[in-house]
Nanobody
Framework: QLVESGGGSVQAGGSLRLSCAGT?????????VGWFRQVPGKEREGVAS????????AYASSVRGRFSISLDTAKITVFLQMNSLKPEDTAMYYC????????????????????????RGQGTQVTVS
């Protein structure tokens, strides 16, 4: 299971840091961990991903330069630092993790968790006004 935290309401230009912790799954052993977001009535959007084994990262163009994904030193918690937030960043943010895969990306995690081959948390709401 994955548990997200850190969401909330913030004014445009502000910052939030989301956290994702694994219970029953050690994120250091995951192939790919990442974040995606969803607004009701819209498709899910991949936000960022990280390969724990290689610490390589990838970002959606809409957040690159503003968001940063990282692992804590024990590799059991994944963070999403969100700076310069915009109203269009408002969404439910989900953490997802896969044990296997070929290419680590947030869009891959969206497909994998839909197929049941990746873990997903319950989400944390981010509202930017």
């Amino acid at each position: 299971q994955l548990v997200e935290s850190g969401g909330g309401s913030v004014q445009a230009g502000g910052s939030l840091r989301l956290s994702c912790a694994g219970t029953g799954i050690h994120l250091s052993s995951a192939f790919c961990v990442g974040w995606f977001r969803q607004v009701p009535g819209k498709e899910r959007e991949g936000v960022a991903s990280i390969r724990p084994g290689a610490t390589t990262t990838a970002y959606a163009s809409s957040v690159r330069g503003r968001f940063s994904i990282s692992l804590d030193t024990a590799k059991i918690t994944v963070f999403l630092q969100m700076n310069s937030l915009k109203p269009e960043d408002t969404a439910m943010y989900y953490c997802a993790a896969s044990v296997g895969g070929q290419y680590c990306s947030a869009p891959y995690l969206i497909r994998a968790q839909e197929k049941g081959t990746a873990y997903r948390g319950q989400g944390t709401q981010v509202t930017v006004s």
